[in-house]
C-alpha cells in the first residue's frame, strides 16, 4: 500500500528566505506527483503536476523535482512572502484500475512571519 | 478554466439526519469524480471513486450503504451521509477530472458537524 510522508510536519520562517518542503512515497511505481495548498478551511489549489517521466517543474517561486526510483521529491519556494503561507500537500497517483484516486501525506504547515 | 463547485460549504445537523453533498464540475465534463475525506491534523484519504453511468467504487473500510454516491451526469455527483453520527464530522471534499490523463480538480470542501 502507497504512504507518503512529509517533513517537516510544521516550518516557521522569516519573510525572504528560500525554503525546502519534503515529500517521500513507499511505491516508486506512481503515474505522477502533484504538490497542493491548503489554506485553512479551503479547498485545495494545484500547484504543480510532475509526471513519471518528469525530474522537475517550475512555477514561478516554485520548483518541484521528483526522483521517482528513490521515492522523494521536494518543493522548492523562493523568497518566501507571508502569502505564502498555508498547508502544503504532496499527493502520488498510483496508476491503473478504476480507483486511482490520490494518496495524499499530511502535509507540512508553512508559516512565513512578516 | 477547470472549475469544480462544492455545494454546501458547511452544514451542522442533528445525529440521525441524513445529509447530501453536491460535487459539480462547472466548465468541463467529468468522467470520473473523486470524494475524499480530512479529519483534523489528518491527511485527505480517498473514499471512493466516482464513475459517469455505473456505481462507486469504495476504498476498504468505507461502507457504501452509509456514504451513498450518485454520479448520473458528467457534471454533478453527490455524496449522501445516511444517517450521520458524530464520528462522521469531518471535511469532505470533491474532485473532478475530465479523463484519467488530466490532474484532478479539487472542490472547496464542505465541512460536517453532526451534533
Known amino acids: 500500500k502507497q504512504e507518503v510522508t512529509q517533513i517537516p510536519a510544521a516550518l516557521s520562517v522569516p519573510e525572504g528566505e528560500n525554503l525546502v518542503l519534503n515529500c517521500s512515497f513507499t511505491d516508486s511505481a506512481i503515474y505522477n506527483l502533484q504538490w497542493f495548498r491548503q489554506d485553512p478551511g479551503k479547498g485545495l489549489t494545484s500547484l504543480l503536476l510532475i509526471q513519471s517521466s518528469q525530474r522537475e517543474q517550475t512555477s514561478g517561486r516554485l520548483n518541484a523535482s521528483l526522483d521517482k526510483s528513490s521515492g522523494r521529491s521536494t518543493l522548492y519556494i523562493a523568497a518566501s512572502q507571508p502569502g505564502d503561507s498555508a498547508t502544503y500537500l504532496c499527493?502520488?497517483?498510483?496508476?491503473?484500475?478504476?480507483?486511482?484516486?490520490?494518496?495524499f501525506g499530511k502535509g507540512t504547515h508553512l508559516i512565513i512571519q512578516p | 478554466g477547470a472549475v469544480v463547485s462544492q455545494h454546501p460549504s458547511w452544514v451542522i445537523c442533528k445525529s440521525g439526519t441524513s445529509v447530501k453533498i453536491e460535487c459539480r464540475s462547472l466548465d468541463f465534463q467529468a468522467t470520473t469524480m473523486f470524494w475524499y475525506r480530512q479529519f483534523p491534523k489528518q491527511s485527505l484519504m480517498l473514499m471512493a471513486t466516482s464513475n459517469e453511468g455505473s456505481k462507486a467504487t469504495y476504498e476498504q473500510g468505507v461502507e457504501k450503504d452509509k456514504f451513498l454516491i450518485n454520479h448520473a451526469s458528467l457534471t454533478l455527483s453527490t455524496l449522501t451521509v445516511t444517517s450521520a453520527h458524530p464520528e462522521d464530522s469531518s471535511f469532505y471534499i470533491c474532485?473532478?477530472?475530465?479523463?484519467?490523463?488530466?490532474?484532478?480538480?479539487f472542490g472547496d470542501g464542505t465541512r460536517l458537524s453532526i451534533l
Open positions: 499527493a502520488v497517483r498510483v496508476p491503473g484500475g478504476g480507483a486511482d484516486g490520490l494518496t
Open positions: 474532485s473532478a477530472r475530465p479523463d484519467s490523463n488530466q490532474p484532478q480538480h
